[in-house]
């Protein structure tokens, strides 16, 4: 992300400085100039994807278990 609030990787960032020959560059998208140090860093915790389908199974198989289990 930079400055002007336009998100990019820092790799492609990178190579746009590195393209431009210079320590400061534009945004690709609106312009404004920036810098390496002004690059950020943007990381998510934690990603998840909620699949209900294998929610649902894996309870089912649950309820099969405890069955199986009091049969013996």
Same mark, same amino acid.
């Given at each position: 992300?930079?400055?002007?609030?336009?998100?990019?990787?820092?790799?492609?960032?990178?190579?746009?400085?590195?393209?431009?020959?210079?320590?400061?560059?534009?945004?690709?998208?609106?312009?404004?100039?920036?810098?390496?140090?002004?690059?950020?860093?943007?990381?998510?915790?934690?990603?998840?994807?909620? !699949?209900?389908? =294998? %929610?649902? #199974? /894996?309870?089912?198989?649950?309820?099969? !278990?405890?069955? =199986? %289990?009091? #049969? /013996?």
């Amino acid at each position: 992300c930079i400055p002007c609030g336009h998100v990019y990787g820092r790799s492609c960032l990178e190579k746009w400085l590195a393209q431009c020959g210079k320590k400061s560059a534009t945004c690709p998208q609106c312009g404004k100039m920036f810098r390496q140090k002004n690059i950020i860093n943007l990381y998510a915790p934690e990603i998840v994807v909620p !699949n209900n389908d =294998l %929610e649902k #199974q /894996v309870l089912s198989l649950r309820d099969k !278990n405890e069955f =199986l %289990e009091n #049969q /013996v």
